[in-house]
């Protein structure tokens, strides 16, 4: 098993189990509070440790990213998002995955998403605009 090295302190951590299973930890806890999800089954750390700003912008970058192919405001489906991420970080299929993202490349994702966003929104939601298709456009009979 590979152990994960807490990116402040530069020490191994080690494990821990809390009421939502197991984790990694920084062995100067509480001096230091950094953590990092484990695989519940083989313990295995997920992703590449991060210090609390990363944290937070990884899970702001998630929230967002995951919106695009769950729930109401959904605009794709999950392949398509994370083809989407690819593209726009330019990342392997291996290193799209947003608990592997840096706090630069989550504000890169977060961007560009809420750029696709106003671009759909512009678009009335369709990814190839044109008048003939948009029914909305069509109805306001206005050239675009
Ligand atoms: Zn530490």
Known sequence: MSTPVCPKCKVEMVHCLSKH???????????????????????????????????????LAHKLFD??????????????????MQ?????????AHIGMLDIEQCLSLIKAVRMLRKERKKNHGYKEHTKNKCRRHRKLGREI
């Open 21 to 59: 299973g197991l984790f990694w930890a920084c062995r100067n806890f509480p001096r230091c509070d950094i953590t990092h999800g484990a695989h519940q089954d083989t313990g295995e750390p997920l992703g590449i440790p991060a210090d609390k700003a990363t944290r937070q912008q990884r899970s």
């Open 67 to 84: 919106r695009l192919w769950h729930g109401k405001q959904s605009i794709m489906s999950r392949h398509n998002s994370y083809l989407f």
């Open 87 to 95: 593209k726009a970080l330019k990342l392997t299929e291996e290193q």
